[in-house]
């Protein structure tokens, strides 16, 4: 058996996608996403003051970005995890993509 026909019969066995992201927590996903866009849209309209005093230096906006940093790369980290198990070599990109949140979640704690 050839490595190309290795790879389909691998392919066919994981079929589709390696990680499979449910729709509820995709969907929660785009309401907290929309959330913070609309809660931002409504201080600036309504309240100017209090969006100025969100976005200074340790404010909720600081702290909020570090914590969904932070948060990517623990779910990066475990979705490299999970596609390491199923097809035995590392996810490269992940791997990146989860150090990259940390790295940046790490460099908000550090200003």
């Not at 201080?43 to 404010?59: R, T, V």
């Not at 198990?85 to 704690?109: A, G, Q, T």
């Amino acid at each position: 058996m050839s490595k190309v026909d290795k790879m389909e019969q691998l392919n066919q066995k994981n079929n589709l996608s390696l990680i499979k992201v449910p729709s509820v927590s995709g969907l929660l996903a785009n309401l907290l996403i929309f959330g913070v866009f609309f809660a931002a849209w409504f201080s600036i309209h309504f309240n100017p003051k209090y969006y100025y005093l969100s976005i200074q230096e340790d404010q909720i906006i600081e702290w909020m970005t570090f914590w969904f940093f932070f948060a990517a790369g623990i779910i990066y980290s475990q979705a490299a995890y999970r596609q390491y198990r199923l097809i035995s070599k590392i996810p490269w990109f992940l791997v990146s993509v989860s150090i990259f949140c940390f790295f940046v979640s790490i460099s908000y704690l550090s200003t």
